[in-house]
């Protein structure tokens, strides 16, 4: 186990922090992903709209999105907004509203997706019972879509909890961070810390992504 590096974890509390680091980054990626679904839902369905400049908005965002690295848009909030707005953002904070605008983008692109794959006749069969616009996405279109899209927001959840690891790069305590301070604070006495540390830390990722990976995956089976 030493040779390995192991040992480090069973000094003082190495263990118990490296579960804590794991828990901010679970409760990130939780509270963002549940504000992304739920503002997705919100996006997708302002895609949908015919208007040109709806098209250029949600068209705009989703470049930003997809081509602008995760770490470039946390700098950009936690220093940027700081220094410029004046605004003082903790740096969790500041994760958030970057995960969230991430996600929501994401799933906005899924919501589209899953109403434009929505048969035509389910619009005309609302239509002829009555039902206004407004109605027939509430009451008829949106349960659908969302049943397609559960797997693909559990999905979400892997990636933004995997995503956290940049996140002490603004100063957060997670996981990654608590590593770097045990190899650091061990450095002399177990050098091969590193791998114990960081293995450790993989297999703890891989704990938390690999059973929501499986239920993403039976979910998808089941409902297709």
Same mark, same amino acid.
């Given at each position: +186990?030493?040779?390995?590096?192991? &040992?480090?974890?069973?000094?003082?509390? /190495?263990?118990?922090?490296?579960?804590?680091?794991? =828990?901010?980054?679970?409760?990130?990626?939780?509270?963002?992903? *549940?504000?992304? @679904?739920?503002?997705?839902?919100?996006?997708?369905?302002?895609? +949908? =709209?015919?208007?040109?400049?709806?098209?250029?908005?949600?068209?705009?965002?989703?470049?930003?999105?997809?081509?602008?690295?995760?770490?470039?848009?946390?700098? @950009?909030?936690?220093?940027?907004?700081?220094?410029?707005?004046?605004?003082?953002?903790?740096?969790?904070?500041?994760?958030?509203?970057?995960?969230?605008?991430?996600?929501?983008?994401? +799933?906005? &692109?899924?919501?589209?997706? *899953?109403?434009?794959?929505?048969?035509?006749?389910?619009?005309?069969? *609302?239509?002829?019972?009555?039902?206004?616009?407004?109605?027939?996405?509430?009451?008829?279109?949106?349960?659908?879509?969302?049943?397609?899209?559960?797997?693909?927001?559990? /999905?979400?959840?892997?990636?933004?909890?995997?995503?956290?690891?940049?996140?002490?790069?603004?100063?957060?305590?997670?996981?990654?961070?608590?590593?770097?301070?045990?190899?650091?604070?061990?450095?002399?006495?177990?050098?091969?810390?590193?791998?114990?540390?960081?293995?450790?830390?993989?297999?703890?990722?891989?704990?938390?992504? =690999?059973? @929501?990976?499986?239920?993403?995956?039976?979910?998808?089976?089941? =409902?297709?």
């Amino acid at each position: +186990m030493e040779a390995l590096g192991i &040992d480090v974890l069973f000094k003082g509390t /190495n263990a118990l922090r490296l579960l804590q680091g794991l =828990w901010i980054a679970v409760q990130i990626s939780g509270i963002s992903v *549940a504000l992304s @679904i739920v503002l997705g839902v919100l996006l997708g369905i302002f895609m +949908m =709209w015919k208007n040109p400049v709806a098209r250029v908005i949600s068209r705009l965002y989703l470049e930003i999105v997809r081509i602008m690295p995760q770490l470039a848009l946390l700098y @950009i909030v936690f220093f940027g907004a700081t220094r410029v707005l004046g605004i003082n953002l903790s740096a969790e904070f500041s994760a958030i509203i970057v995960f969230t605008f991430w996600g929501t983008g994401e +799933m906005g &692109d899924l919501v589209r997706g *899953a109403l434009v794959s929505t048969p035509r006749h389910q619009y005309e069969s *609302a239509a002829a019972l009555g039902l206004t616009r407004a109605q027939t996405y509430v009451h008829v279109i949106i349960p659908q879509a969302v049943r397609r899209l559960v797997p693909a927001a559990i /999905n979400l959840i892997t990636r933004m909890v995997k995503t956290t690891s940049l996140l002490l790069m603004i100063g957060i305590i997670e996981m990654m961070k608590v590593g770097q301070q045990i190899i650091e604070a061990n450095r002399m006495t177990s050098p091969n810390a590193v791998f114990g540390i960081y293995g450790t830390i993989m297999l703890l990722y891989f704990a938390v992504c =690999w059973p @929501i990976s499986l239920l993403a995956n039976r979910l998808s089976k089941k =409902w297709n």
